[in-house]
């Protein structure tokens, strides 16, 4: 899975946490997204809340 921003840049999806911190292979049980960051390959933690607005506006691909 993998994240794509305006502009075609795009950064994989390596880890997916749930509401009690553990992680989950549901997307929709996800809370957060560990997403890693090229070309250092920085893991960061990105929220579903910051993402939602985006994926209403330009739709969800599963």
Known sequence: MTIVFEGGF????????DRFDMETDDPHEAEELLI????????????????NPAIEEHGCRN
Request: no cysteine.
């Open 36 to 51: 890693e960051m090229p070309p250092e390959g920085i893991v960061i933690t990105m929220l579903m809340s910051d993402l």
């Open 10 to 17: 795009s950064v994989p999806i390596v880890g997916m946490i």
